[in-house]
């Protein structure tokens, strides 16, 4: 009972899938962020069935690249894509380290994050469009979204919590499994190049996304807030989708 409210949790705080009303101060709590990959696999069934059903009825690449750009803020609501621009919101400002938490606070947004957003958006719908051909890669497309927020997760609990408070830290009250997640993640990754050997680039990006937002978790801000979770979130799916439409243009060139 404990872990099907922990799931609950996960899917009612990132998700825009309708939960049922659960008990947010029980101990399931503590739960929520190791249930988070499972909200990547709704993410990634979504994607999957909507590539599927470009394939079959032959619909145009640009539709299926549109739709596969916009399911997965449909599917979570865009609450990462908020922390996204409210963090370059916050990088931009130049400011000190206190400046950039208090802009994280504040629940406008301005028109760096706009920008940054609108760029993020323009490349993930070209990287589709490059990759959407033929029938959809449903092992990568599930495999990602997972690894993707067991990675986030990891960055919740491995590094220091940058304000003490906040709903992040409501959610990291127990430790004690945070490897199994890295475990989850090298798994989803890796078992790709197991696949094919090309798609080991999608583990390359995420490699790369992973160390420069801990560099900028640490340096810049001085541990991890929730907007930074969904910000390094965001990245690492971009990257991960990099490497894959690299793998899937070397497997064509082949």
């Known amino acids: 009972m404990k872990v099907a409210r922990a799931v609950a949790m996960a899917f009612a705080l990132y998700s825009h899938i309708p939960m049922p009303r659960v008990d947010w101060e029980s101990d399931s709590r503590r739960l929520t962020l190791y249930a988070f990959p499972l909200v990547g696999l709704a993410v990634g069934g979504s994607?999957?069935?909507?590539?599927?059903?470009?394939?079959?009825?032959?619909?145009?690449?640009?539709?299926?690249?549109?739709?596969?750009?916009?399911?997965?803020?449909?599917?979570?609501?865009?609450?990462?894509?908020?922390?996204?621009?409210?963090?370059?919101?916050?990088?931009?400002?130049?400011?000190?380290?206190?400046?950039?938490?208090?802009?994280?606070?504040?629940?406008?947004?301005?028109?760096?994050?706009?920008?940054?957003?609108?760029?993020?958006?323009?490349v993930t719908l070209a990287l589709w469009g490059q990759t959407a051909a033929g029938p959809a890669p449903v092992l990568p497309l599930l495999a990602v979204p997972v690894a993707a927020r067991a990675l986030s997760a990891c960055g919740a609990l491995f590094l220091p919590n940058a304000r003490g408070s906040g709903l992040l830290a409501q959610v990291t009250g127990w430790r004690g499994g945070r490897f199994s997640l890295l475990i989850l993640a090298l798994v989803c990754?890796?078992?790709?190049?197991?696949?094919?050997?090309?798609?080991?680039?999608?583990?390359?990006?995420a490699a790369l996304a992973c160390g420069d937002s801990l560099r900028v978790c640490l340096r810049e801000f001085g541990g991890t807030t929730g907007d930074l979770n969904g910000w390094f979130l965001q990245r690492c799916e971009l990257a991960c989708l990099a490497g894959l439409a690299l793998a899937r243009w070397l497997e064509g060139w082949r």
């Open 189 to 205: 990754l890796l078992g790709l190049g197991w696949f094919s050997p090309a798609y080991l680039w999608v583990a390359v990006g």
């Open 47 to 122: 994607m999957a069935l909507w590539w599927h059903i470009c394939y079959v009825f032959s619909l145009h690449s640009i539709l299926c690249a549109t739709g596969l750009t916009v399911l997965p803020l449909l599917v979570t609501g865009g609450i990462h894509m908020d922390g996204y621009c409210d963090v370059w919101d916050a990088r931009s400002s130049q400011g000190s380290r206190e400046k950039k938490l208090e802009i994280l606070k504040d629940p406008h947004i301005g028109a760096f994050g706009v920008l940054h957003c609108a760029v993020y958006l323009l």
